[in-house]
């Protein structure tokens, strides 16, 4: 069954660098690896997208191992606005097996 | 700006009642989703419309229907509205690329939805 395993909760502090890393042991060749954020009433947005090694936008970078079992979303600096909770999602396109299988998020909080 | 509308962000219903979420999009995408996000589930997928008329189910359908007349509107229906269907219901578009890993889903405010 294919799945996405993410932490419940994480703390950090202001000017810190935060990981927070997602499971998905049974990944298959073709899925792609998106990160969202989502604020409180608000619907979640677009962070970063990969498939394998290291991709670095703007706002974060994104690392995946050789086998693709986990990614890393890495905030550099983090300040008070990026408190926020964060899903992992793995996009799936083989054939008629069209799926989108969402972790459950990461609640972090950004503390002074 | 890509925008994805929805028609209500509160809405309050009686147990029974049809319920009608209505989702418009203005970047043309082809794709357009439904999901339901409770604490603790994260997001739900309840169905996915890849071209007008056209709907797949997604992993929660049932007690759902929806309706894609227009490329740019999607709409969800709840027949006869249950209390276990209050939630925070969300819409999202995106173009067909999305699975190819070349593009995203871009998400409505969402629509607070109290069954009583």
């Known amino acids: 069954l294919a799945k996405t395993t993410q932490p419940i909760s994480m703390d950090s502090y202001e000017g810190q660098e935060v990981n927070i890393t997602c499971s998905h042991n049974n990944i298959a060749t073709n899925d792609y690896i998106t990160w969202y954020q989502q604020f409180p009433s608000q619907g979640p947005r677009f962070i970063i997208q990969?498939?394998?090694?290291?991709v670095t936008n703007e706002v974060a970078s994104l690392f995946i191992p050789a086998d693709r079992k986990s990614s890393t979303l890495s905030l550099p600096r983090v300040s008070l606005s990026d408190t926020a909770v964060y899903y992992c999602?793995?996009?799936?396109?083989?054939?008629?097996?069209?799926?989108?299988?969402w972790g459950l998020g990461t609640s972090l909080a950004v503390n002074p | 700006d890509v925008k994805v509308t929805q028609s209500s962000r509160y809405l309050v219903k009686r147990t029974g009642e049809k319920v009608f979420l209505e989702c418009v999009q203005d970047m043309d995408h082809e794709n357009m989703f439904w999901y339901r996000q409770d604490p603790g589930l994260g997001l739900r997928l309840i169905y996915f419309?890849?071209?007008?008329?056209?709907?797949e189910k997604g992993d929660i359908p049932e007690g759902y229907s929806v309706s894609r007349e227009k490329k740019e509107r999607f709409s969800l229906i709840l027949e006869s509205a249950s209390t276990n269907q209050t939630s925070m219901y969300l819409c999202?578009?995106?173009?067909?690329?999305?699975?190819?890993?070349?593009?995203?889903?871009?998400f409505g405010p969402g629509t607070r939805l109290t069954v009583l």
């Open positions: 999602l793995v996009a799936r396109n083989a054939g008629n097996n069209r799926k989108l299988i």
């Open positions: 990969g498939y394998k090694t290291k």
């Open positions: 999202a578009s995106s173009s067909p690329y999305l699975l190819a890993g070349t593009d995203t889903q871009y």
């Open positions: 419309s890849y071209d007008v008329k056209m709907k």
